[in-house]
Structure formats: structure tokens, C-alpha cells
């Protein structure tokens, strides 16, 4: 299993960023998809998950202002960031979770939110 992030970058407070991961190898095993992300110098946290057939959970700090949607069955997971803010940055993962509680990691992409 492969996952690939993109969609990072540069953006300032208030701006929008849409992240997309792609899946490849068993993803038919998948049960759950979704971001997590890292700061500097914090513990890496959950953002979004989205499990199959369940509705979606996010992080406190990110209600109301990220989506999270999956597309393609499981090869695809998007997360959609509004309202970004300066706590935002960090390097987010794209990760999954297969019914055996393998979980799988993309190799990050960097938002940084700054004016």
C-alpha cells in the first residue's frame, strides 16, 4: 500500500487549500481514511477520519472550517481547509487503516498559513 499526499503550500490566514491523497495497492482492505498532522514541536493529531460507511470525525480545532470526503471507493481521500489559521501549519499526513488495524502513512505535505 501506497499514499501520496499533495495540495500543500503556502497560504495566507484565512485562505483556503485543498489537500488530496491517492491510494494504490489493497485498498479494497481499507476501513477508515483520513489526516492526521504534526507541528513543530507537537505530537502528531488527528485531524479528519472518514470510515467506511460511518460519517466523518474531526478535531475540535477544525469544525465547521475542514471537509473531509473520499472518492473512487478507497483510492481517494480530499480534505477541503477554510478559514485557515497560523495554528494550522504543519506537515499533514495522509493515512489509512485496513480491518486488520494495519495503518498505513503518506510522507506528509507542508501547509503553512502566514501573512
Known amino acids: 500500500v501506497q499514499l501520496q499526499a499533495s495540495g500543500g503550500g503556502l497560504v495566507q490566514p484565512g485562505g483556503s487549500l485543498r489537500l488530496s491523497c491517492a491510494a494504490s495497492?489493497?485498498?479494497?482492505?481499507?476501513?477508515?481514511m483520513g489526516w492526521y498532522r504534526q507541528a513543530p514541536g507537537k505530537q502528531r493529531e488527528l485531524v479528519a477520519t472518514r470510515p467506511n460507511g460511518s460519517s466523518a470525525n474531526y478535531a475540535y480545532s477544525v469544525k465547521g472550517r475542514f471537509t473531509i470526503s473520499r472518492a473512487n471507493a478507497n483510492s481517494k481521500v480530499y480534505l477541503q481547509m477554510n478559514s485557515l489559521k497560523p495554528d494550522d501549519t504543519a506537515v499533514y499526513y495522509c493515512?489509512?487503516?485496513?480491518?486488520?488495524?494495519?495503518?498505513?502513512w503518506g510522507p506528509g505535505t507542508q501547509v503553512t498559513v502566514s501573512s
Open positions: 493515512w489509512a487503516v485496513n480491518y486488520y488495524g494495519s495503518q498505513y
Open positions: 495497492g489493497r485498498v479494497s482492505s481499507f476501513a477508515a
